[in-house]
């Protein structure tokens, strides 16, 4: 049996007041979030409203102007996305971005062998040195095919294996990436990020271009690798069967403010996100009170 989703324990994603600005441009403003193992919140808003900014902002794609981001207790402003990774956040793009002449396998085993590799907190010129060094020696090491690198490499397949058979991709294991049908891509996607044996889990709009049946699939298979795998999830969607039938949590952006937050049935009532997203439309044919 699953295990029950704790989300009471200390945040794992904390975002703080985080602004950005580009140019004369406030993409998101006084942004505030924390995930908890156990979470399966929803970020939702128009076009433009800065949801994926804040996901760039969270991994660090992009610094804040202002506010904190702090990944497992630690402050991560100004941190590199490969370390942030390592603290424990992982990430799908909303334009998918698979390595796309390597296969599923390979996709996933990358992911799975950057975890492994050498952790780098900061900007520490000492463990940079120690982190070349052991490139140096993983390189001989492969070229020579030790007892060691076999065994890791066995391992490294072993796990990738699982991903792809837990997000229902076992069939496609020698394809390469980009001749997956696009539903199929973007559950590789997801498998690639869990690679990464993230706490924390961050979709950006992982069912856009799927068809109704693949987006009902999808909802249950993001339900299961929370409890599976005890993460924390943040949502990016327009698809507010998806984002309402699974968050339990929902923060809607516009203009890069937080216009609401709360459970959904809060949410799709709220005067100021019918007008500024869903439309009047949407109370008609869902029903809800304004
Ligand atoms: N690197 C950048 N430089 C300048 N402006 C940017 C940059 N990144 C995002 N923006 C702007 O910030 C605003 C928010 O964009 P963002 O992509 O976060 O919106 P979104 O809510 O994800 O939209 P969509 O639902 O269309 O993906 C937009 O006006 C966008 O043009």
Redesign the pocket.
């Given at each position: 049996m699953s295990p029950t989703p704790d989300t009471t324990g200390a945040p794992l994603l904390e975002a703080d007041g985080v602004s950005i600005q580009?140019?004369g441009?406030r993409?998101?403003t006084e942004f505030r979030l924390a995930i908890r193992q156990g979470d399966l919140q929803g970020l939702i808003?128009?076009?433009?409203?800065?949801?994926?900014?804040?996901?760039?902002v969270l991994t660090g794609v992009?610094k804040p102007t202002q506010g904190e981001v702090r990944v497992a207790g630690k402050r991560v402003n100004g941190w590199l996305p490969h370390q942030i990774n390592h603290l424990g956040l992982a990430r799908t793009f909303?334009n998918i971005r698979l390595f796309r002449a390597l296969t599923a396998l390979d996709n996933v085993k990358v992911a799975c062998r950057a975890q492994g590799a050498l952790h780098v907190e900061g900007v520490d010129f000492g463990a940079k040195l120690r982190g070349a060094a052991l490139n140096y020696r993983d390189w001989w090491r492969a070229l020579l095919l030790t007892p060691g690198f076999m065994a890791e490499e066995r391992e490294l397949t072993r796990q990738a294996e699982h991903l792809l058979e837990v997000m229902g991709l076992s069939h496609r294991r020698d394809e390469e990436a980009r001749n997956l049908p696009y539903g199929e891509q973007r559950r590789l996607e997801i498998a690639r990020a869990l690679g990464t044996q993230p706490k924390v889990l961050l979709l950006?709009?992982p069912a856009a271009g799927m068809n109704t049946r693949e987006k009902a699939d999808l909802m249950v298979l993001i339900r299961k690798l929370r409890d599976e795998f005890s993460l924390g999830i943040l949502v990016?969607e327009?698809d507010m069967k998806l984002v309402m039938g699974i968050c339990e949590k929902i923060t809607v952006?516009d203009h890069?403010e937080t216009i609401a937050k709360g459970a959904p049935e809060q949410v799709r009532s709220d005067r100021k996100v019918i007008e500024a997203y869903l439309g009047d439309n949407y109370l008609e044919t869902h029903g809800g009170a304004a």
């Open positions: 580009f140019g441009l993409a998101l808003g128009p076009n433009g409203a800065g949801k994926t900014t804040a996901f760039n992009y909303q950006d709009e990016i327009h952006l890069g």
